[in-house]
């Protein structure tokens, strides 16, 4: 049996004992600090559907900005230079 927390499983709780992270030790809270960035990271480095949707409708309506292919700050209504 182990005593670590998948802090996945935490995700959506709003049980408080759950965040007695700070009555353990700082290794301990480290190492779930770091489990928890890592996973935060990981959730953040992608777009859900949600937001794939959101952004197509403003590229469809030329709403927004964004990069061309030199990186410059465009915006979506904006001819690109040639």
Same mark, same amino acid.
């Given at each position: 049996? @182990? +005593?670590k927390t998948n802090l996945r499983n935490l995700r959506h709780t709003t049980d408080p004992s759950v965040f007695s992270i700070r009555n353990k030790s @700082?290794? *301990?809270t480290n190492n779930a600090m770091k489990l928890w960035l890592d996973d935060f990271t !990981?959730?953040?480095a992608h777009p859900g559907p *949600? !937001? !794939?949707e959101f952004f197509a409708r403003r590229r469809q309506l030329n709403l927004g900005a964004g990069l061309d292919e030199n990186? +410059?700050?465009v915006k979506a209504n904006t001819e690109l230079k040639d």
């Open positions: 049996m @182990t +005593n @700082t290794a *301990q !990981e959730r953040m *949600q !937001e !794939e990186g +410059n700050l």
